[in-house]
């Protein structure tokens, strides 16, 4: 009798055991798989996550737990394969007497999704107006107070190795359903790349390049792991976000997801250039380019560059209407004789029956094409009240006894203009059209000659000057002065270089593309706000030096008009100074006067 007791006693013992062993609802972490893992997205390699998922319930005390990611290979001199991680992410605690658990939702299935701050910004979420999705931890750098360390030469915040390397979960801890298993769930990838230790059969694929937009992803939520490369495959990430129900969490495989059981969207970029392809009107736009709102560069909807938009395209920032002459740079949209063609793809602008090739006048207003020099539209482009000023003769010619007397008897703003030999003067105590006689230069090599031949060097400009464009650079010295944040208008006395003109934001002593770029990707530093660009902010901004030199329509605030003071498309001096005779500087090539 008592060894028949003894036995069942030792039998109850066993079957007890066994029973703690296949109950997976036991432990409070243990039944957790690595269900994701993404390396990068649209060619950036900051976005990153790992998904982790429950394949049993009550697996939400995860706090304190590590997920450790291993190098493809070691190097003596630094870190061996299977010896030392080269990051380690520590899930952070609650106080599981108050909440109970370190996750709300530790159903079988739920996700923990851990990524990068990267990936915050660029994934879209079910919620309305694309919120939800974010990840439930980000990594952060252990050395200011985060959540992830790093070994030498490792970045703690971007900790996936790629292509190749190892991802351990809970590593020193048995796996819920094999008692002996020295991790809780691990996956190494790389294939014949990775050469550590592997805990499950083979190694998964390579991850992929982050242009390739897709991640590392388990095919079936068993409870035990048993082969990487047979469990694991690559997979796109989900094409629309939503919210999971209950019933599905251990079925539905999509990625990301986290433990709001929220699947986000990532939207591909095919061309880079930050707008997502499904909102991209332009998606094949040439590495680097800027780019509006709607993915286009400039070159893309307005392919000669003169500010109206191509037959059929549109943008808010590069072009306005439609062109007339897509082919080939015609500003204003020019048509002399009205027909079909514009000027600049009309062969006989003025439609006199001579080609413009021969024709000595192609306005056909009496005034040959060499005496109009670059002005030759017959438009009041610096709204002054003269068409084509700047270009020889200015106003009515004044004659006779008239150029002698100093006075301006044409009333055009200008003295003794159209006198032959006669210095023209105005406000300025100079004329800012004619390249022989300049307002005085300060700077540079011009600090010791005689600009505007009075034998005066560098003397000031003559009082009420300041409301003129003494220098023609299309700034009267009223606006130059808030631009270059001086108290004075010796600015205006400078007609070229980053110094003196204030298109040139973008040093070059030419209006380019740069000098419009330099809103949104300025040549400065990050002023505070949470970003790098000029536009949108207020003028002055202690966080930001020299931040004047962007509100070009000074008015305390760098927005869309000071954008178009330098669009070619817009009739305004500051496009179109008169030191080009009225021309688009955007197209007018270097600045005529040294800087």
Avoid at 49 to 66: S, T
């Amino acid at each position: 009798m008592t060894r028949y007791i003894l036995v069942t006693a030792i039998g109850l013992l066993v079957l007890a055991a066994a029973l703690v062993q296949s109950d997976p609802a036991s432990a409070s972490f243990h039944c957790m798989r690595i269900h994701a893992v993404l390396g990068g997205f649209n060619g950036d390699n900051t976005i990153q996550y790992v998904e982790l998922r429950m394949n049993a319930g009550g697996q939400g005390k995860v706090g304190g737990f590590p997920i450790k990611f291993y190098p493809a290979s070691g190097d003596a001199d630094l870190i061996a394969p299977g010896n030392q991680p080269a990051a380690t992410f520590t899930f952070p605690q609650v106080d599981l007497d108050i909440f109970g658990k370190d996750v709300p939702n530790e159903s079988t299935g739920d996700s923990i999704l851990i990524a990068t701050a990267a990936y915050n910004l660029a994934n879209t979420g079910p919620g309305s107006g694309g919120s939800g999705g974010e990840a439930d931890f980000v990594f952060t750098n252990a050395g200011t107070g985060g959540n992830t360390s790093a070994a030498t030469g490792f970045d703690p915040e971007h900790p996936i190795q790629s292509p190749s390397g190892k991802i351990t979960f809970a590593e020193g801890n048995e796996n819920c359903t094999a008692p002996l298993d020295s991790v809780v769930d691990s996956v190494a990838y790389g294939g014949m790349s990775y050469t550590g230790p592997v805990d499950f059969g083979t190694a998964a694929l390579a991850l992929p390049s982050p242009s390739d937009n897709r991640a590392l992803r388990l095919g079936n939520l068993n409870l035990q792991p048993s082969n990487n490369s047979a469990e694991y495959s690559l997979q796109a990430t989900s094409g629309a976000p939503k919210t999971v129900a209950m019933g599905n969490l251990g079925t539905d495989l999509d990625t990301p997801r986290n433990n709001l059981r929220e699947v986000a969207t990532l939207e591909p970029d095919a061309d880079g250039d930050g707008v997502p392809d499904g909102s991209d009107q332009c998606p094949s736009t040439a590495p680097g380019a800027a780019v509006d709102t709607n993915g286009c560069s400039q070159p893309q909807v307005d392919g000669d560059l003169d500010g109206a938009c191509n037959p059929s395209a549109s943008s808010p920032l590069w072009c306005t209407g439609t062109d007339t002459c897509p082919s080939a740079p015609n500003a204003f949209q020019a048509n002399e004789d009205g027909d079909s063609l514009a000027d600049a793809c009309d062969p006989d602008a003025d439609n006199d029956g001579t080609a413009n090739t021969s024709d000595p006048d192609d306005d056909n207003d009496g005034v040959y094409d060499t005496a109009e020099g670059q002005c030759r539209d017959d438009q009041d482009n610096d709204s002054n009240g003269t068409a084509n000023d700047g270009c020889p003769q200015i106003g009515a010619a004044e004659a006779g006894a008239n150029c002698q007397n100093n006075t301006d008897n044409d009333a055009d703003g200008y003295v003794n203009d159209g006198c032959p030999g006669a210095t023209e003067t105005n406000a300025c105590g100079s004329n800012p059209f004619n390249p022989g006689n300049r307002p005085e230069r300060l700077d540079g090599a011009f600090a010791a000659s005689d600009e505007d031949g009075d034998t005066v060097l560098n003397e000031a400009l003559p009082s009420g000057s300041s409301g003129f464009d003494c220098d023609g650079d299309g700034w009267v010295g009223n606006d130059e002065m808030p631009i270059f944040a001086a108290a004075n208008t010796a600015k205006d006395q400078d007609p070229c270089g980053n110094n003196g003109w204030p298109f040139d934001l973008d040093p070059s002593n030419s209006a380019a593309i740069g000098d419009i770029n330099s809103f949104i990707f300025p040549l400065g530093t990050n002023d505070g706000h949470g970003t790098f660009a000029y536009y949108a902010h207020t003028v002055p901004d202690a966080g930001r030096v020299n931040e004047e030199r962007w509100d070009l329509e000074p008015n305390g605030i760098i927005g869309i008009g000071d954008i178009n003071a330098l669009n070619p498309a817009v009739t305004a001096p500051t496009a179109r100074p008169p030191m080009f005779g009225g021309q688009p500087a955007f197209f007018a090539g270097a600045c005529p006067w040294p800087p």
